[in-house]
């Protein structure tokens, strides 16, 4: 499966009219048309220009690293391991705090997804979840 990203061609004049706050978006009307950009385009301006953060470029590293597909959450306890006692109680602000940090590594899996620098190699099937290696586009972002 490969994502690609779609760019709405918004008229100024619409764009403008719905630009009445800041919670305002323009919206696609009748008169918008897609235009598809190709995946080795979006890489390469990401690798060029954009960077990544701490956790997402910990993960991508990790899953580069790996010599087989893997799954990413097995990656998330050696990026942010649990800094409590096991005893702990499910409402210890600690608790809270770490569980939010794996929650945020989900995130930057799908991110680094949506960017093309990870690919689900075996999608999950109820018994283990996706199974993932990193792009050629993720490996440039790493060199």
């Known amino acids: 499966m490969t994502a690609s990203w779609i760019c709405w061609k918004i008229p100024a004049r619409q764009l403008h009219a719905e630009a009445r706050g800041w919670w305002s978006r323009p919206t696609r009307s009748e008169t918008t048309t ?6 080795e385009v979006l890489a390469a301006a ?6 990544l953060n701490a956790d997402a470029r910990e ?5 580069a690293e790996s010599p ?3 799954a990413a959450s097995s990656f998330f306890h050696t990026i942010h ?10 409402d210890d602000p600690s608790r ?5 940090k794996q929650i945020g ?4 899996m799908l991110t680094l997804h949506e960017k093309g620098l990870l690919r689900i190699v075996h999608p999950a099937n109820g018994e ?4 993932v290696e990193a792009t050629d586009a993720g490996h440039a972002v790493l060199a």
Do not use: C, H, K
């Not at 391991?81 to 499910?90: A, D, G, L």
């Open 105 to 108: 590594l989900y995130g930057e």
């Open 34 to 39: 897609p235009t598809l950009l190709p995946q």
């Open 128 to 131: 283990r979840p996706d199974l």
């Open 81 to 90: 391991p649990p800094n409590f006692p096991r005893s702990t109680s499910e």
């Open 46 to 51: 990401y690798a060029a220009g954009m960077t």
């Open 68 to 70: 087989e597909p893997v």
């Open 96 to 100: 809270e705090a770490w569980a939010e």
């Open 59 to 63: 993960l991508l590293r990790l899953i």
